[in-house]
């Protein structure tokens, strides 16, 4: 692999990445000064009490969003300047790992402003992490990397195998997994397997967050999102080192 | 160089399946212009996607300088190919295309790149996608002429070009070669335009190669012949004939082999011209 081949492959691929994340915390910002404001008013004149308030999820939909929109169009403008798959492909995990790290930091500072802002409010701004483990910010900030990794590395998986399905194809895996999932799956387990299949994936999502009995593990999810992130991204590989450029 | 080993490409599988390329081996020796000839659907395209790891061959081996171009960033990076779809993203400008070429092939040319752009009155502040079929052409030719890749490989680069551009495009291409030699590759229907250019010649019939030599020797390794057809009947008697053309009485014979020092009574024996050459060599 050429160094300045991987620069090049790192420095195209993050191009538009610093805009849409700009982009994105602004979005995040507006929506919580909007909503904080909302929560003030409400609590003010009708005496409601504040719930819970976190941006936690659209981080990790904007994370798999990145990873769904950018594969196309970097491979094949890559592949005209002669870069390899290899290469590319490291290029992208490189700028994941760096891109999760930094938006779980800016999260973080965020998540701090809006913390002190509404320190009197009784709003609860607490993220999911601190809400179910309570384990500080060094915890905190490797969770969340570690789940936006894994939500980029998921998206950049599916959006390899869909540029190499073909169209009869795409439709098929595009209609058929949510129904597989959401529907067959579940009846299955209902009717045949007596929710064999939800105690299984209950088991599974436990020792995967870490909340097996006692006092939840906060390294247990930061270890297994972690891991999962390596599996996505060697699964995107394996598809990857075989795609042809279609014309 | 490029060094083409036994390459073999198949599209589809079993009893439907096309095999684009048959055990190809050829060279593309260095600072070379070569035309790349065959007819629709011959293998020219295959073969240029192979050679950059675009696509994957079935079989043998695509070499730049030695080493396999199969995920390799310094052999890929030694040639860059012109292909029909650009590889640009359509909401790229011109401008920034150019820009990026340059950060991926260090010995990318840009002022040449600005004064062929001017040359050519291409609008660099226009979006890929915005621009005519005439003038992607054009964006993605000076892109190829000025990325400094050492193998430049050209897949109909005329595509949608007016006259003028096609011409300048030929003068371009040698005033490039002669200020900056490269191994050029040009695949091309338009035969007799590209003849003038090129000093080898490589054509490909149904994924095989059928032919790979210098122009000026395959120019000379046959000839036409035309008269009454009575006439150049008799005289192909027992000569290799690849090809003829009829009209009325008149008949035209293209023949294989060193052309008559005297010129037989009542005919006319003239250079075959390369597109009669490449219609009478790959006609079915």
């Known amino acids: ?17 610093l805009n849409s994340y700009a982009v994105f915390y602004g979005i995040v910002a507006v929506v919580y000064i909007v909503l904080s404001i909302l929560f003030v008013m409400m609590t003010r004149r009708f005496g409601v009490t504040p719930g819970t308030m976190n941006m936690d999820s659209a981080t990790v939909i904007f994370a798999l969003c990145t990873g769904l929109a950018v594969f196309k169009e970097n491979f094949t403008m890559l592949q005209q300047n002669g870069v390899s798959r290899r290469t590319m492909f490291w290029g992208r995990v490189a700028i994941t790992v760096v891109a999760s790290i930094g938006m779980a930091l800016a999260d973080a500072l965020l998540h701090a402003i ?21 384990a500080g910010l060094p915890a905190s900030l490797a969770f969340y990397a570690a789940a936006y990794a894994l939500a980029a590395g998921l998206g950049y998986f599916i959006a390899i195998v869909f540029y190499r399905l073909p169209k009869l194809w795409k439709v ?4 058929g997994v949510p129904i597989l999932l959401f529907v067959v799956l579940p009846l299955v387990d209902v009717f045949l397997l007596r929710g064999k299949i939800s105690d299984a994936l209950e088991w599974t999502l436990k020792h995967i ?25 060697a699964l995107a590989w394996a598809t990857l080192r075989k795609a042809a450029v279609v014309n | 160089m490029i060094e083409i080993k036994n390459l073999t490409k198949r599209y589809g599988r079993g009893d439907g399946a096309t095999t684009a390329l048959d055990n190809v081996s050829l060279t593309f020796e260095d600072n070379k212009i070569y035309g790349l000839l065959g007819r629709n659907g011959a293998g020219k395209t295959t073969l240029l996607n192979v050679i950059t790891g675009r696509i994957f061959a079935d079989g043998g081996a695509a070499l730049a ?56 009155e291409l609008d660099t502040k226009k979006r890929v996608k915005s621009l005519s079929t005439g003038y992607a052409s054009i964006f993605k ?14 897949d109909e680069p005329v595509l949608g070009l007016d006259a003028n551009h096609r011409d300048l495009f030929y003068r371009v291409l040698l ?34 190669l059928l032919l790979e030599q210098s122009r000026d020797e395959l120019l000379a390794s046959g000839y036409t012949v035309a008269g009454f057809a009575d006439r150049v009947n008799a005289f192909a008697q027992g000569r290799r004939v690849i090809g003829e053309d009829a009209l009325g009485g008149l008949k035209t014979a293209y023949i294989m082999g060193a052309r008559p020092e005297v ?3 009542g005919l006319e024996l003239s250079r075959i011209d390369l597109q009669k050459l490449f219609v009478q060599l790959t006609n079915d």
């Open chain 2, 65 to 120: 300088d030695g080493a396999s171009t199969r995920e390799n960033d310094t052999a890929l990076g030694s040639i860059y190919l012109m292909s029909e779809k650009s590889g640009y993203p359509d909401n790229m400008r011109v401008r920034e295309g150019l820009r990026w070429t340059a950060t991926f092939y260090p010995e990318y040319d840009a002022a040449f790149a600005d004064s062929l752009c001017r040359r050519f």
């Open chain 2, 141 to 154: 030719l000076i892109v190829a002429l000025s990325s400094g890749a050492k193998h430049v490989l050209l």
């Open chain 1, 172 to 175: 098929l895996v595009g209609a």
């Open chain 1, 1 to 17: 692999m050429k160094n300045m081949n991987l620069k090049a492959s790192i420095r195209y691929q993050a191009r538009y990445q």
């Open chain 2, 175 to 208: 005033e490039r070669y002669a200020e900056k030699p490269s191994t050029v590759v040009v695949s091309t229907h338009l035969v007799e335009e590209v003849s003038a250019v090129i000093e080898d010649v490589v054509i490909i019939k149904r994924g095989k």
């Open chain 1, 114 to 134: 809006f913390k002190l802002v509404l320190n009197n409010t009784g709003l609860n701004t607490d993220t999911l992490f601190d809400m179910g483990y309570g």
């Open chain 2, 263 to 265: 010129t037989p009574d």
């Open chain 1, 209 to 233: 967050l870490g909340v097996t009995g006692g006092a939840p593990n906060p390294i247990a999810p930061i270890v297994s999102f972690a891991c999962l992130a390596v599996a996505m991204f």
